[in-house]
């Protein structure tokens, strides 16, 4: 018996061993497949087209409280989302780049909470470097190199994952300028990740991709580039562009959208919006909806009264957020479970965004921000 005794307490000994020398999150991250660009779609390491589905959050200095793994896992649980976005601004709000050392390390904790949250979750997650008053992203090219260069070394081993490394340039800068940008970041992430996604944005606040598409990028693997839509603001005439950008062979990715206008505020354009979604599906683009919040504009999922941070009912969300959801629900025919959608729709609260200088037309939705 003293045998058998000293037996278990070894063979146990050695389990909480094998346990402790799994290196911290790669075992859940390798649950998900390693994800590659082929043509004009995202595959997974099965040959498989990939669409990712999700939400961005706001600001990380804003809206923090909502990066933590019991909201990750019941969006996708309930929303049946498989990606989420990290919005790391740069320059706006105690943005990183202009903040100082205790902040910086604060947003860092928080972008790592983030992916450590999303991987628990069975998440694909995309580290932002959200530049937006910057305008250009050379501005703070260094401060890029060197946080892309933390992230892909820490991570080099999460499958799930995506880098995207400049949000919306806009200010009239130049693609060329972009493009030299861009391959300098993208040559320090792939001195530790080979193969992780990259996401490239494109002038005039990631919309420009049929300019992008004349002169893409060459010699790198694993580049998509990020086109961002309002559905208020933003129609066909975009989407003409998108289609001249895959028809010479440009991959897309849709990291941030909405159905209001382009200062995140507005009526919502549900109509358009489903038109932007039936392209997307056709063409097997992925896309993740601006914001996951409880701010006062029509962009925000979450209703300003709220603030829950997980366990959100349809009561809960936003005109926007139960649209995004309900068609989320609709194309999950085998969920045993929904939440009860209610079928009137909320006021919605109009509060201009826009900027002196700028116009509705050229502005994304996160591009003022009131606390």
């Given at each position: ?36 660009v082929?043509?004009?779609?995202l595959?997974?390491?099965?040959g498989?087209?990939?669409q ?7 600001g ?8 933590n793994?019991?909201?990750f896992?019941?969006m996708?649980?309930?929303w049946?989302?498989?990606a ?15 903040s ?8 860092l ?7 450590k949250?999303?991987?628990s ?5 995309i ?13 703070n ?7 892309f ?17 400049c ?38 606040w ?13 010699g ?45 505020n ?20 992925s896309?993740?909806?601006?914001s ?16 829950k ?10 005109d926007?957020?139960r649209?995004l959801?309900?068609r989320r629900w ?15 729709s909320?006021?919605?609260k ?16 996160e ?5």
């Open positions: 018996m003293k045998k058998r005794r000293k037996f278990c307490g070894f063979l146990a000994f050695l389990v909480l061993l094998a346990v402790a020398l799994i290196p911290a999150g790669k075992s859940q991250a390798a649950k998900l497949p390693a994800l590659k082929k043509g004009t779609k595959m997974n390491s099965r498989r087209t990939v990712l589905k999700g939400v961005s959050t706001h990380l200095s804003w809206y923090p409280q909502y990066v793994q019991k909201a896992t019941y996708k649980k309930y049946k989302i498989n989420v976005r990290l919005a790391l601004y740069t320059a706006d709000y105690n943005g990183y780049c202009n100082d050392y205790a902040n910086r390390l604060k947003l904790k928080t972008v790592d909470q983030g992916i949250s999303a991987t979750a069975g998440l694909y997650v580290v932002d470097w959200h530049i937006l008053s910057d305008g250009n992203p050379q501005t090219q260094n401060r890029a190199i060197s946080f260069a933390r992230m892909a070394k820490k991570y080099k081993n999460n499958t799930n994952v995506i880098y995207e490394i949000n919306e340039p806009n200010g009239g800068t130049s693609w060329d300028a972009i493009r030299t940008y861009a391959g300098k970041v993208i040559r320090t992430i792939r001195k530790y990740d080979k193969n992780a996604v990259i996401l490239v944005g494109t002038p005039n990631s919309q420009d991709v049929d300019v992008a598409a004349e002169k893409p990028l060459k790198y693997q694993n580049i998509m580039y990020t086109l961002h839509f309002y559905a208020g603001t933003h129609g066909s005439w975009l989407r003409d562009k998108a289609q001249k950008a895959l028809d010479k062979g440009l991959p897309l990715f849709v990291s941030e959208f909405g159905i209001s206008d382009a200062s995140g507005g009526s919502l354009n549900k109509t358009e919006g489903n038109a932007w979604i039936r392209f997307l599906n056709k063409n097997k683009i896309y993740l909806g601006w996951l919040c409880n701010k006062a504009e029509s962009s925000a999922l979450i209703k300003s009264s709220v603030s941070t997980t366990n959100w009912t349809s009561k809960d969300l936003t926007w957020g649209w959801f309900r609709q194309q999950e025919q085998q969920l045993r479970r929904t939440i009860p959608l209610q079928k009137q909320l006021p919605v109009t509060r201009s965004r826009t900027q002196p200088g700028k116009t509705a037309s050229n502005m994304s939705a591009n003022s921000i009131t606390m």
